[in-house]
């Protein structure tokens, strides 16, 4: 899918990631084909390790704890790919996959791990990780 048919169609997740990135408290920076918010963990960001988690992709955009480059840039921009193919239909997608899979073993999520070069976390009796958050 061209990626400017994957914006459009994700359009409304992107918004969503937009006001979800208002309660950083922070200016986004446009990188890498994302709006990310990492400048600092402030509000949003602030709240995601206390929860064991990194970084949070919502259509296009990116809110992190940590500054996102390497392994955790191209895992997010793995979900932005995957926020391509579904469009509005990802985050019921995301959710009902959660529900079914949990966290460490939610396909999305493996998958995402794989496209980082990361070792899948699936079946492992330990809290996820900076980079599977």
């Known amino acids: 899918m061209p990626t400017w048919l994957g914006f459009?169609?994700?359009?409304?997740?992107?918004?969503?990631?937009l006001v979800l990135g208002l309660f950083t408290f922070q200016l986004p920076?446009?990188?890498?084909?994302a709006i990310i918010f990492d400048k600092a963990p402030r509000g949003l960001t602030w709240v995601m390790p206390r929860l064991h988690r990194t970084a949070m992709t919502v259509g296009f955009v990116?809110?992190?704890?940590?500054?996102?480059s390497g392994r955790l840039?191209?895992?997010?921009?793995?979900?932005?790919?995957q926020f391509c193919a579904?469009?509005?239909l990802f985050i019921p997608t995301y959710f009902l996959?959660?529900?079914?899979?949990?966290?460490?073993?939610?396909?999305?999520e493996l998958r995402a791990q794989v496209a980082a070069g990361e070792r899948p976390s699936?079946?492992?009796?330990?809290?996820?990780?900076?980079?599977e958050g």
Do not use: K, Q
């Not at 459009?8 to 990631?17: A, D, E, K, R, V």
């Open 62 to 68: 990116i809110l992190s704890a940590e500054p996102v």
């Open 29 to 33: 920076v446009v990188r890498d084909g």
């Open 97 to 108: 996959l959660a529900l079914v899979f949990g966290y460490r073993r939610h396909p999305m």
């Open 122 to 131: 699936a079946g492992r009796d330990r809290p996820p990780t900076r980079l």
């Open 86 to 88: 579904w469009g509005p």
């Open 73 to 81: 840039l191209t895992h997010e921009r793995w979900h932005i790919r």
């Open 8 to 17: 459009i169609w994700t359009s409304p997740n992107t918004l969503i990631g």
